[in-house]
Protein backbone atom coordinates (compact mmCIF):
# COMPACT_ATOMS: atom_id res chain seq x y z
CA UNK A 1 0.00 0.00 0.00
CA UNK A 2 1.37 3.56 -0.67
CA UNK A 3 0.68 6.91 -0.63
CA UNK A 4 2.82 9.67 -2.67
CA UNK A 5 4.24 13.12 -0.97
CA UNK A 6 5.02 15.85 -2.99
CA UNK A 7 8.15 16.21 -1.01
CA UNK A 8 9.26 12.65 -0.67
CA UNK A 9 8.42 9.53 -1.51
CA UNK A 10 7.12 7.09 1.44
CA UNK A 11 5.38 3.59 1.31
CA UNK A 12 3.62 1.89 3.55
CA UNK A 13 2.25 -1.41 4.47
CA UNK A 14 -1.21 -1.80 6.07
CA UNK A 15 -2.63 -5.08 6.97
CA UNK A 16 -6.10 -5.65 6.88
CA UNK A 17 -6.37 -6.54 10.94
CA UNK A 18 -5.50 -2.95 11.55
CA UNK A 19 -1.61 -3.35 11.54
CA UNK A 20 0.92 -1.31 9.81
CA UNK A 21 4.18 -3.22 8.49
CA UNK A 22 7.35 -2.94 10.92
CA UNK A 23 9.42 -0.66 8.73
CA UNK A 24 8.17 2.32 6.52
CA UNK A 25 10.27 2.93 3.46
CA UNK A 26 11.03 6.68 2.50
CA UNK A 27 13.09 8.63 -0.22
CA UNK A 28 14.02 11.81 0.10
CA UNK A 29 15.29 13.80 -3.19
CA UNK A 30 19.27 14.38 -3.43
CA UNK A 31 20.22 15.66 -6.04
CA UNK A 32 23.13 13.52 -6.72
CA UNK A 33 21.14 10.81 -5.45
CA UNK A 34 23.06 10.09 -2.80
CA UNK A 35 23.20 11.02 0.93
CA UNK A 36 26.40 13.30 1.47
CA UNK A 37 29.20 11.10 3.57
CA UNK A 38 29.72 14.23 6.04
CA UNK A 39 26.05 14.26 7.02
CA UNK A 40 24.97 10.67 7.61
CA UNK A 41 21.02 10.03 8.18
CA UNK A 42 20.08 8.50 11.31
CA UNK A 43 19.79 5.20 11.98
CA UNK A 44 15.74 4.97 13.08
CA UNK A 45 14.51 1.51 13.66
CA UNK A 46 11.23 2.03 12.07
CA UNK A 47 12.88 3.23 8.57
CA UNK A 48 13.80 2.49 5.61
CA UNK A 49 15.54 5.82 4.18
CA UNK A 50 16.92 5.89 0.69
CA UNK A 51 18.42 9.22 -1.06
CA UNK A 52 16.33 9.29 -4.73
CA UNK A 53 17.22 11.69 -7.86
CA UNK A 54 13.00 11.80 -8.55
CA UNK A 55 9.80 11.19 -7.03
CA UNK A 56 9.63 8.08 -9.35
CA UNK A 57 8.95 4.96 -7.97
CA UNK A 58 11.74 3.18 -9.94
CA UNK A 59 11.61 -0.69 -10.02
CA UNK A 60 15.03 -0.88 -8.33
CA UNK A 61 13.56 1.06 -5.80
CA UNK A 62 10.48 -1.11 -5.71
CA UNK A 63 12.11 -4.30 -5.02
CA UNK A 64 14.47 -2.58 -2.09
CA UNK A 65 11.20 -1.71 -0.96
CA UNK A 66 9.78 -5.10 -1.07
CA UNK A 67 13.14 -6.87 0.03
CA UNK A 68 13.77 -4.47 3.08
CA UNK A 69 10.00 -3.85 4.08
CA UNK A 70 7.84 -6.12 2.74
CA UNK A 71 9.45 -9.90 2.40
CA UNK A 72 10.72 -9.85 5.77
CA UNK A 73 10.31 -12.55 8.85
CA UNK A 74 7.77 -10.41 10.69
CA UNK A 75 5.57 -10.15 7.54
CA UNK A 76 3.29 -13.09 6.85
CA UNK A 77 4.27 -15.60 3.99
CA UNK A 78 1.17 -16.08 2.37
CA UNK A 79 0.27 -11.84 0.98
CA UNK A 80 -2.65 -10.72 -0.96
CA UNK A 81 -1.23 -7.45 -2.37
CA UNK A 82 -2.74 -4.38 -3.02
CA UNK A 83 -0.87 -1.98 -4.58
CA UNK A 84 -1.42 1.44 -6.81
CA UNK A 85 -1.19 1.65 -10.74
CA UNK A 86 2.06 3.09 -10.58
CA UNK A 87 3.96 2.02 -13.82
CA UNK A 88 6.35 -0.31 -11.16
CA UNK A 89 3.84 -1.30 -9.63
CA UNK A 90 2.19 -2.80 -12.75
CA UNK A 91 4.86 -5.16 -13.22
CA UNK A 92 4.14 -8.08 -11.60
CA UNK A 93 7.06 -10.19 -13.52
CA UNK A 94 9.59 -7.81 -11.79
CA UNK A 95 7.62 -7.98 -8.46
CA UNK A 96 7.61 -11.69 -8.50
CA UNK A 97 11.44 -11.81 -9.04
CA UNK A 98 11.75 -10.32 -5.66
CA UNK A 99 9.53 -12.51 -4.07
CA UNK A 100 11.92 -14.84 -2.19
CA UNK A 101 11.46 -18.08 -2.13
CA UNK A 102 8.87 -19.64 0.23
CA UNK A 103 6.17 -16.83 -0.10
CA UNK A 104 2.51 -17.01 -1.58
CA UNK A 105 2.14 -13.48 -3.19
CA UNK A 106 -1.19 -12.89 -5.07
CA UNK A 107 -0.63 -9.10 -6.44
CA UNK A 108 -3.65 -7.04 -7.62
CA UNK A 109 -3.29 -3.11 -8.74
CA UNK A 110 -5.80 -0.63 -7.64
CA UNK A 111 -7.17 0.96 -11.01
CA UNK A 112 -5.95 4.56 -11.63
CA UNK A 113 -7.80 7.77 -10.60
CA UNK A 114 -10.19 5.55 -7.40
CA UNK A 115 -7.38 5.26 -4.75
CA UNK A 116 -9.54 8.12 -3.01
CA UNK A 117 -12.26 5.70 -3.21
CA UNK A 118 -11.07 2.06 -2.93
CA UNK A 119 -7.04 2.84 -2.00
CA UNK A 120 -7.00 2.22 2.11
CA UNK A 121 -4.32 3.74 2.82
CA UNK A 122 -5.59 7.03 0.33
CA UNK A 123 -9.01 7.22 1.33
CA UNK A 124 -8.52 7.06 5.31
CA UNK A 125 -4.86 7.36 6.62
CA UNK A 126 -3.60 10.19 4.33
CA UNK A 127 -5.39 13.04 6.00
CA UNK A 128 -4.98 11.94 9.42
CA UNK A 129 -1.22 11.51 9.14
CA UNK A 130 -0.90 14.81 7.17
CA UNK A 131 -3.09 16.41 9.82
CA UNK A 132 -0.44 14.54 12.94
CA UNK A 133 2.35 15.76 11.01
CA UNK A 134 1.33 19.61 10.95
CA UNK A 135 0.03 19.57 14.59
CA UNK A 136 3.91 18.75 15.58
CA UNK A 137 5.59 20.77 13.14
CA UNK A 138 2.95 23.68 14.47
CA UNK A 139 4.44 23.09 17.70
CA UNK A 140 7.94 22.95 17.21
CA UNK A 141 7.34 26.09 15.90
CA UNK A 142 5.72 27.92 18.41
CA UNK A 143 7.27 26.42 21.21
CA UNK A 144 10.69 25.21 20.29
CA UNK A 145 11.69 27.72 16.90
CA UNK A 146 15.30 26.96 17.33
CA UNK A 147 14.76 23.08 16.79
CA UNK A 148 14.55 23.45 13.12
CA UNK A 149 12.08 20.43 12.03
CA UNK A 150 12.18 21.17 8.51
CA UNK A 151 15.93 19.99 8.87
CA UNK A 152 16.65 16.67 7.34
CA UNK A 153 17.47 14.25 10.23
CA UNK A 154 14.89 16.01 12.99
CA UNK A 155 12.15 15.56 9.39
CA UNK A 156 13.63 12.01 9.57
CA UNK A 157 13.31 11.22 13.39
CA UNK A 158 9.63 13.10 13.14
CA UNK A 159 8.22 10.64 10.58
CA UNK A 160 10.00 7.45 12.63
CA UNK A 161 8.39 8.86 16.04
CA UNK A 162 4.98 9.35 14.50
CA UNK A 163 5.15 6.21 12.29
CA UNK A 164 5.13 4.99 16.13
CA UNK A 165 2.59 6.48 17.63
CA UNK A 166 0.81 5.28 14.57
CA UNK A 167 1.41 1.47 14.78
CA UNK A 168 0.37 1.15 18.37
CA UNK A 169 -2.44 -1.42 19.11
CA UNK A 170 -4.52 1.56 20.52
CA UNK A 171 -4.89 2.18 17.04
CA UNK A 172 -6.24 -0.73 15.70
CA UNK A 173 -9.64 0.15 15.00
CA UNK A 174 -8.56 3.46 13.14
CA UNK A 175 -6.39 1.75 10.86
CA UNK A 176 -8.78 -1.08 10.42
CA UNK A 177 -11.20 1.21 9.47
CA UNK A 178 -9.32 2.34 6.37
CA UNK A 179 -10.44 -1.27 5.10
CA UNK A 180 -14.50 -0.30 5.84
CA UNK A 181 -14.59 2.86 4.46
CA UNK A 182 -12.87 1.13 1.03
CA UNK A 183 -15.95 -1.31 1.32
CA UNK A 184 -13.17 -4.66 1.71
CA UNK A 185 -14.47 -5.08 5.58
CA UNK A 186 -17.69 -4.61 7.56
CA UNK A 187 -15.27 -4.25 10.48
CA UNK A 188 -16.00 -1.09 12.65
CA UNK A 189 -15.28 -0.07 16.00
CA UNK A 190 -15.74 3.57 17.63
CA UNK A 191 -11.97 5.23 17.74
CA UNK A 192 -10.14 8.32 18.14
CA UNK A 193 -7.36 9.90 15.93
CA UNK A 194 -4.01 9.68 16.58
CA UNK A 195 -4.58 13.61 16.37
CA UNK A 196 -7.60 13.00 18.78
CA UNK A 197 -5.48 10.43 20.89
CA UNK A 198 -2.17 11.95 20.98
CA UNK A 199 -3.03 15.56 21.64
CA UNK A 200 -6.27 15.81 22.54
CA UNK A 201 -5.88 15.62 26.51
CA UNK A 202 -2.29 17.03 26.81
CA UNK A 203 -3.33 20.63 28.09
CA UNK A 204 -1.84 21.30 31.75
CA UNK A 205 -0.42 17.96 31.85
CA UNK A 206 3.36 17.48 33.24
CA UNK A 207 6.40 15.78 31.26
CA UNK A 208 6.75 11.92 32.64
CA UNK A 209 10.26 12.60 32.96
CA UNK A 210 11.02 13.21 36.28
CA UNK A 211 12.31 16.63 37.48
CA UNK A 212 10.79 17.65 34.01
CA UNK A 213 9.79 21.44 34.02
CA UNK A 214 7.64 21.03 31.01
CA UNK A 215 4.08 20.93 30.16
CA UNK A 216 3.15 17.63 27.90
CA UNK A 217 3.24 17.90 24.15
CA UNK A 218 1.73 14.69 23.97
CA UNK A 219 0.09 11.21 25.14
CA UNK A 220 2.13 8.71 24.19
CA UNK A 221 -0.33 6.43 22.53
CA UNK A 222 1.83 3.27 23.73
CA UNK A 223 3.12 3.34 27.38
CA UNK A 224 0.34 6.00 27.85
CA UNK A 225 2.76 8.37 29.30
CA UNK A 226 2.20 12.50 29.03
CA UNK A 227 5.54 13.79 27.57
CA UNK A 228 6.71 17.26 26.76
CA UNK A 229 8.58 17.66 23.35
CA UNK A 230 12.25 17.73 24.69
CA UNK A 231 11.47 14.31 26.10
CA UNK A 232 9.74 12.73 22.77
CA UNK A 233 12.11 13.97 19.80
CA UNK A 234 15.06 16.39 21.31
CA UNK A 235 16.72 15.24 24.15
CA UNK A 236 15.49 11.35 23.87
CA UNK A 237 13.67 10.02 20.69
CA UNK A 238 10.37 8.35 22.52
CA UNK A 239 10.79 4.86 20.88
CA UNK A 240 8.97 3.43 23.92
CA UNK A 241 8.55 -0.96 24.00
CA UNK A 242 5.13 -0.77 24.66
CA UNK A 243 3.19 -2.02 22.01
ZN1 LIG B 1 5.65 5.61 25.01
ZN1 LIG C 1 10.17 16.48 29.72
Redesign the pocket.
Known amino acids: MLILDNKMLEAYELFMDGTLGPKAFMVLSEPTGHFPPTRPIPNCPNLEVRAGKSHIMTKDMMCDWLKSCVFIPSVPKKLFMLIDSWPSFKDHQTIENCVPRGYDVTIRNVPPNTTGLIQPLDAHWNGPWKNFLKKFTAYALIFYPDYIIAQRNNEIWMISLVYHQFSAREFQPFLKYSWKKTGYSDFYSPFLTPSEYCFGKVDHED ?1 Y ?1 PN ?1 P ?1 LAFIKCSRCKEF ?2 F ?2 FIIKDKHLCTSV
Open positions: CSCNICEH
